[in-house]
Nanobody, 122 residues
Framework: VQLQASGGGLVQAGGSLNLSCTVF????????LGWFRQAPGLEREFVAA????????RYGDSVKGRFAISRDLAKNTVYLHMNSLKSEDTAIYYC????????????????WGQGTLVTVSS
């Protein structure tokens, strides 16, 4: 396993949940780590990304102001702090790694984790 995501689960609408993803393969610290999600019947959606040294962040429009991404370079781990969760946030969340600078297109990510399920009950 090159990327191991964890932290998914069941939460009520309005609640919070924190995801984490550790990268077990050597990756450029200048590269980007990101989160994507995919709900049943829908395409994979960009959620958030954070670059390496400068830790520049980008967010998908649907999560801006509610989610926060952070990164621990020493632990090679990326976190997704999710607040004010809605039923439409229900999806499998995937972490991914890119050797490029801040990117939001899934095609720019070469390494993917196995996904962790987040279910938000209304």
């Amino acid at each position: 396993v090159q990327l191991q995501a964890s932290g998914g689960g069941l939460v009520q609408a309005g609640g919070s949940l924190n995801l984490s993803c550790t990268v077990f393969t050597p990756t450029s610290r200048k590269g980007t780590l990101g989160w994507f999600r995919q709900a049943p019947g829908l395409e994979r959606e960009f959620v958030a990304a954070i670059s390496g040294i400068l830790r520049t962040t980008r967010y998908g429009d649907s999560v801006k102001g509610r989610f926060a991404i952070s990164r621990d370079l020493a632990k090679n781990t990326v976190y997704l702090h999710m607040n004010s969760l809605k039923s439409e946030d229900t999806a499998i969340y995937y972490c991914a790694a890119s050797n490029k600078g801040i990117v939001t297109d899934a095609k720019d990510y070469s390494l993917w984790g196995q996904g962790t399920l987040v279910t938000v009950s209304s």
